[in-house]
DNA sequence: GTCGGAATTA
DNA sequence: TAATTCCGAC
C-alpha cells in the first residue's frame, strides 16, 4: 500500500470478533494473511469491513443468516474497495465483477433474490487459509469437538462442498435442511476454482496418522484467536468409541504459551484438558447457538467422509473444485478404509505459513 | 441488478 | 493470479 492512497478508512484490525452472531478468527481479517496474493483480495476486504462497526451502515452481515452480508452501500463500499487498492474509478460494477470470480471459486455465492447480498463459502475460507485440511480423512470428533486434536490438520474434507458442510453446519435444525442436490456439482464449467490453495501435492490420504502430527505448529500456526465460542458443544456420549476406528491415541499435547486455556471447553470421558485453540477450530466451534448441536451432528457422521479412492479424481489426483464430494456423502461405506497406509511418506505437512 | 465472456493489468 | 475494465445479454 504504498501508491500514496489514503487507506485511514480502511478498517483496522484488531483481535477477533463477534459480529451479529458472526465469528471469524483473527486471521480471516488480516490482510497480511490474505492467501495467495501479497496483497489484499477482495473477499478479505469485505471481511475487515463486515468487521467493522462503523461500516455497518455500508456493509453488514444480514440477520438470521449466517454468512450472509448485505453491501448496504455499493458505491461507498465500491469506494472503499477502489481507495484500498488505488483505483479511484472502482465502482460497484466493477467490484461485483470481481466477486462473481468468486462464485466459480466458491468463496461467495450469490443470494438469489436479494440485492446485493451474497454469502460466504466458510469452509472454502477455511480450505484456503488451513489447506492440509483438505487431507481425505474422516472428520474426528476430536477435530470437530475441540479436543486436542491441533496437530491433525485434517479437517474439512477434500471436495466437500462448502454449502453442504455450511448447510450442515449451520442449519437451524439438523435434519430440517436438506442438501440442496449440489446444485454446482455438476455445473462446473471452466473449473476456475483451482485458485485456492489445494493439497494437490499431497500423495495419498494421511488417515490421520502419525504422520500428521509432523510439523511445528507452535512456531507455524496461524494468529489464535483468542474468543472462546459462546456455546460449549456436549460431547457425543459415544465420542471415544467414535473415535477408535480410524484415529490413533490421542497424545498429550503441551498447551500453547501464553495461550488462554479454555480447559472445560469440551470435557468428557477419556477427553484431555483442551489446552489451546485451533484458529480453524475456534472458526468452527464458535459458529453461535445451535452449533454444538450441528456439529455433533457433523461428528457423528464419518461415514459420510469414508476414505476410499475417489473416482472422482482426476488425473492430476485430485477433483475438480466444484465436482469432488458428492460420491462421497451418499452413505456408509465398509471396508477399503485404508486404501493407502498412513505412513509418513504419504503425508506431507503443509502448515498456512508454508511457503509454496 | 445480475451474469459472465474477453482482454488487459500489475 | 486476482483482479480490473468493458460490455452485451437477460
Redesign the pocket.
Known amino acids: 500500500m504504498h501508491c500514496g492512497c489514503v487507506a485511514e478508512d480502511a478498517p483496522a484490525v484488531l483481535g477477533s470478533s463477534w459480529i451479529s452472531g458472526m465469528a471469524f478468527p483473527d486471521w480471516a481479517y488480516k490482510a497480511e494473511s490474505s492467501?495467495?496474493?501479497r496483497?489484499?483480495?477482495?473477499?478479505?476486504?469485505i471481511l475487515e469491513l463486515l468487521q467493522k462497526e462503523e461500516f455497518h451502515h455500508v456493509i453488514a452481515w444480514q440477520q438470521g443468516e449466517y454468512g450472509e452480508f448485505v453491501i448496504k452501500d455499493?458505491d461507498e463500499v465500491a469506494r472503499l474497495?477502489?481507495r484500498r487498492?488505488c483505483?479511484p474509478?472502482?465502482?460497484?460494477?466493477?467490484?461485483?465483477?470481481?466477486?462473481?470470480?468468486?462464485?466459480?471459486?466458491r468463496i461467495l455465492h450469490?443470494t438469489?433474490g436479494?440485492?446485493?447480498?451474497y454469502k460466504f463459502n466458510f469452509s472454502k475460507l477455511i480450505v484456503i487459509h488451513h489447506p492440509l485440511w483438505e487431507v481425505r480423512a474422516p472428520p474426528s470428533p476430536h477435530l470437530l469437538l475441540g479436543a486436542p486434536a491441533l496437530f491433525r490438520p485434517a479437517l474439512v474434507p477434500m471436495g466437500m462442498p462448502s454449502e453442504l458442510l455450511h448447510s450442515m453446519l449451520f442449519a437451524r435444525h439438523v435434519g430440517q435442511e436438506t442438501p440442496r442436490g449440489l446444485p454446482e456439482a455438476t455445473e462446473d464449467?471452466?473449473g476456475s476454482g483451482?485458485?485456492?490453495p489445494r493439497l494437490g501435492s499431497l500423495l495419498a490420504p494421511c488417515q490421520l496418522g502419525p504422520c500428521c502430527l509432523l510439523g511445528s505448529p507452535q512456531d507455524e500456526l496461524p494468529g489464535l484467536a483468542a474468543f472462546t465460542p459462546p456455546l460449549l458443544p456436549p460431547l457425543p456420549s459415544d465420542w471415544t468409541r467414535l473415535s477408535g476406528p480410524f484415529l490413533p491415541p490421542v497424545p498429550l499435547e503441551q498447551p500453547f504459551p501464553g495461550a488462554p486455556k479454555p480447559d472445560s471447553l469440551f470435557p468428557g470421558p477419556g477427553c484431555p484438558p483442551v489446552t489451546h485453540h485451533f484458529s480453524g477450530l475456534t472458526l468452527l466451534a464458535g459458529l453461535g447457538p445451535g452449533a454444538g448441536e450441528r456439529l455433533r451432528f457433523l461428528s457423528l457422521r464419518p461415514q459420510w467422509l469414508g476414505v476410499k479412492p475417489d473416482p472422482l479424481m482426476g488425473a492430476k489426483g485430485r477433483p475438480s473444485p466444484r465436482d469432488g464430494f458428492s460420491s462421497d456423502i451418499h452413505g456408509p461405506k465398509t471396508g477399503d478404509k485404508y486404501p493407502v497406509s498412513p505412513h509418513l511418506e504419504n503425508c506431507r505437512a503443509v502448515w498456512p505459513l508454508d511457503p509454496p
Open positions: 492467501p495467495g496474493s496483497q489484499i483480495q477482495l473477499w478479505h476486504f455499493p474497495w477502489g487498492k483505483k474509478q472502482m465502482n460497484y460494477d466493477k467490484l461485483s465483477r470481481a466477486l462473481r470470480y468468486y462464485y466459480n471459486k450469490k438469489k436479494k440485492r446485493f447480498t464449467k471452466k483451482g485458485s485456492a
